[in-house]
């Protein structure tokens, strides 16, 4: 069975300041990889994700992880936080084989951006 | 074109009452979705489709729930004797292929509540 941990349920920053949100996966065989963000009453979104080859992905509006394979991690950064970032950080797994697309979230994490 | 479009985008019913929510996924996509997001917590698979056919069912959480794609594209979720339990945004996601790296899109989801 997978699992997701995001830890830190709400995070703040100063605009400008770099964005951490940590992600660490428990699962037999290291599976794909996913952020999806959520702004207020809207669908989730995917920002990027990790399937193969290099282990730094670059997603939308600056965002960027990197898959950890011995630390089983895959934490989300951004350089510069910008007050648009406020939003729901959901990171998510599925398993390589057999389930189609079937995604494991974690619990996700408010972003708060302050002035 | 179009996202995957859910209705209503809230209902609220009675305890003991039935409701069918409603997930038009993206034109083509063979893949359909549903989750569950409870408040404070992470999406939470509920079933899968690939074309007409449910092909994993495993996170119902128990024989009230019930989803149907008659003709591979439109899916009702049926919720049979709701609870307060029961209570919370349902999503529906789709996506062009079943392979696992393929990035899903999400509605905006239904809010469910009972009273």
């Known amino acids: 069975a997978q699992s997701v941990t995001q830890l830190g349920s709400h995070v703040s920053v100063s605009e400008g300041a770099l964005v951490l949100l940590r992600c660490n996966y428990s699962?037999?065989?290291?599976?794909?990889l996913f952020w999806y963000v959520q702004y207020p009453n809207q669908g989730l979104q995917l920002l990027l994700k990790?399937?193969?080859?290099?282990?730094l992905v670059k997603g939308i509006n600056g965002f960027e992880a990197e898959f950890k394979k011995s630390e089983t991690s895959f934490h989300l950064t951004k350089p510069s936080a910008h007050m648009s970032d406020a939003a729901e950080y959901f990171c998510?797994?599925?398993?390589?084989?057999?389930?189609?697309?079937?995604?494991?979230f974690g619990t996700g994490t408010q972003l708060k951006v302050e002035l | 074109g179009a996202g995957v479009s859910q209705t209503p985008s809230n209902k609220v019913t009675e305890k003991g009452k039935y409701v069918e929510l409603r997930c038009d996924p993206i034109?083509?996509?063979?893949?359909l979705y549903w989750y569950r997001q409870s408040l404070g917590q992470g999406p939470e698979f509920l079933i899968y489709?690939?074309?007409?056919?449910?092909?994993?069912d495993s996170g119902l959480p128990n024989d009230r729930f019930f989803a149907v794609r008659p003709e591979g594209s439109v899916s009702t979720l049926k919720i049979q004797r709701t609870e307060r339990g029961d209570s919370a945004v349902y999503l529906c996601?789709?996506?062009?292929?079943?392979?696992?790296?393929?990035?899903?899109?999400f509605g905006q989801g239904t809010r469910l509540t009972v009273v």
């Open positions: 990790y399937t193969t080859g290099a282990t």
């Open positions: 034109s083509g996509h063979t893949a």
């Open positions: 489709f690939q074309g007409t056919g449910a092909a994993d």
């Open positions: 996601a789709s996506s062009p292929q079943r392979t696992a790296n393929t990035e899903a899109f």
């Open positions: 699962s037999s065989v290291p599976p794909y």
């Open positions: 998510a797994v599925s398993a390589r084989t057999g389930g189609g697309n079937k995604l494991t």
